[in-house]
């Protein structure tokens, strides 16, 4: 079982539609959790952390559920710039990052 | 926010020769750098953990002899990969952490081998 698992997707929505992403660790000693976004062919970059309590930055709201180990990001008006990869990222001990493999949106007109 | 840097970007070379990458911290001093690798359509992989003035930490399955890493000072980490083969041809990641809890990302580097 992989550490961090997304679907895969593509998620192929229109714009204005709202789309989830969840995610499963599997190490319940994770610390941190973070939601990053990857273009193609550039690094990845931060989104949001995700917090116990449930977190929203504009259009996107993050959610964690430490007992189900799970993790879930929500977008909402989606926007044609909204489409890349989205990557779940799980911090354990010594500030290790460990990645899910992504889950690709596509956003279209 | 916090900027790293590697270089080269991208670089094409031939089988059995080695390339050197470079990872800089521009604006902070960075106790940890990590170095991360990526073929296509799949997601990051940690290669290893750089400390500075210590040796790296590898994970398990990436051969330290041919992913030589040096982290000679607390805003430069540098991996050379060693008679690099086409199958080590893929997209090199560093990042550089400030604290415990955020990890910033260069730019990536792109080597193809021929």
């Known amino acids: 079982r992989k550490e961090v698992e997304q679907d895969p997707g593509p998620f192929n929505v229109p714009e204005g539609a709202t789309v989830a992403f969840n995610c499963t660790y599997s190490?319940?000693?994770?610390?941190?959790f973070f939601w990053y976004r990857q273009d193609c062919r550039k690094e990845p970059k931060l989104l949001m952390s995700?917090?116990?309590s449930g977190n929203e930055d504009g259009r996107f709201t993050a959610q964690l559920n430490r007992a189900s180990q799970y993790i879930s990001l929500l977008i909402r008006d989606s926007k044609l710039s909204d489409s890349a990869t989205y990557l779940c990222?799980?911090?354990?001990?010594?500030?290790?990052?460990?990645f899910g493999g992504g889950t690709r949106l596509m956003v279209k007109p | 926010g916090a900027v790293v840097s590697q270089h080269p970007s991208w670089v094409i070379c031939k089988s059995g020769t080695s390339v050197k990458i470079e990872c800089r911290s521009l604006?902070?001093?960075?106790?940890?750098m990590f170095w991360y690798r990526q073929f296509p359509k799949q997601s990051l992989m940690l290669m290893a953990t750089s400390n500075e003035g210590s040796k790296a930490t590898y994970e398990q399955g990436v051969e330290k002899d041919k992913f030589l890493i040096n982290h000679a000072s607390l805003t430069l980490s540098t991996l050379t990969v060693t008679s690099a083969h086409p199958e080590d041809s893929s997209f090199y990641i560093c990042?550089?952490?400030?604290?415990?809890?955020?990890?910033?990302f260069g730019p990536g580097t792109r080597l193809l081998v021929l």
């Open positions: 990042s550089a952490s400030l604290d415990l809890e955020t990890q910033y």
């Open positions: 604006d902070f001093q960075a106790t940890t």
């Open positions: 995700v917090y116990s």
């Open positions: 990222v799980v911090n354990g001990a010594g500030n290790m990052l460990t």
């Open positions: 190490n319940s000693a994770s610390q941190s």
